[in-house]
């Protein structure tokens, strides 16, 4: 039982579309993630918070842009998005206490033509 | 740089057979987590371990933390289509970071 929404599930947009995928959580987790993974791959921290107001960049260096307005929602923007964004994007969030497992959204599957 | 590593990457095995995958790495986490993946899906959480040693049963899987907090292996008896998916591990430090693993990817053919 998911607490934790990602829309849309999936997208098929053309280049230089300016994209919003959205993601939010009921848990009331101060933690949130932005993970990319191509299907069947490891996946690749691209943004995380910590709470509202802080964003920082992950691992994996990308094009897009999160904010954290309010604790249950962190969406993340593609400016004019390019063939090279095509790929999953999966959401998690998890307490802040350490050694909490992340809980994670059933992601959302772009592809740019 | 923090690395974890799985093995195999990939395994395919019948129906009824046992296995066992592995993380390891060369850094000391504060806990380890095993998810699995289905296609489509997001991961889900299987276990958490948290003490070196420490030994974890989810019905027919059973989980192991090494006991210096390195390494970690998930062992599947008698295995069932239901359990094909992507197996994730993720460490995560004293510092608060996640670290994932590539995954192994496990098909179970009836």
């Known amino acids: 039982e998911a607490d934790i929404y990602q829309t849309p599930r999936y997208l098929v947009i053309g280049t230089g579309k300016k994209i919003t995928l959205e993601c939010s959580q009921t848990?009331?987790?101060?933690?949130m993630y932005w993970y990319q993974q191509d299907p069947g791959m490891e996946l690749h921290l691209i943004h995380y918070?910590?709470?509202?107001?802080?964003?920082e960049k992950g691992d994996l260096s990308s094009e897009s842009t999160v904010s954290r307005i309010r604790t249950e929602h962190f969406p993340l923007t593609l400016e004019s998005a390019r063939p090279s964004h095509t790929s999953q994007y999966l959401c998690?969030?998890?307490?802040?206490?350490?050694?909490?497992?992340?809980?994670f959204g059933d992601g959302t599957r772009l592809s740019i033509l | 740089t923090q690395l974890l590593e799985q093995s195999p990457q990939f395994l395919s095995i019948q129906e009824g057979e046992n296995l066992t995958v592995y993380c390891n790495s060369s850094?000391?986490?504060?806990?380890l987590q095993w998810y699995r993946q289905e296609p489509g899906e997001g991961p889900v959480l299987l276990v958490t371990?948290?003490?070196?040693?420490e030994v974890k049963k989810l019905k027919r899987l059973t989980f192991q933390f090494g006991d210096a907090r390195k390494d970690s292996s998930l062992h599947i008896t008698a295995a069932q289509p239901g359990d094909t998916g992507l197996y994730l591990c993720?460490?995560?430090?004293?510092?608060?970071?996640?670290?994932f693993g590539p995954g192994t990817s496990l098909s179970v053919i009836p």
């Open positions: 848990m009331g987790h101060d933690k």
């Open positions: 371990v948290v003490t070196g040693g």
């Open positions: 993720a460490g995560q430090t004293s510092y608060d970071k996640v670290i």
């Open positions: 918070s910590y709470g509202v107001n802080s964003t």
């Open positions: 850094s000391v986490f504060s806990s």
């Open positions: 998690a969030s998890s307490e802040s206490d350490l050694n909490q497992p992340q809980h």
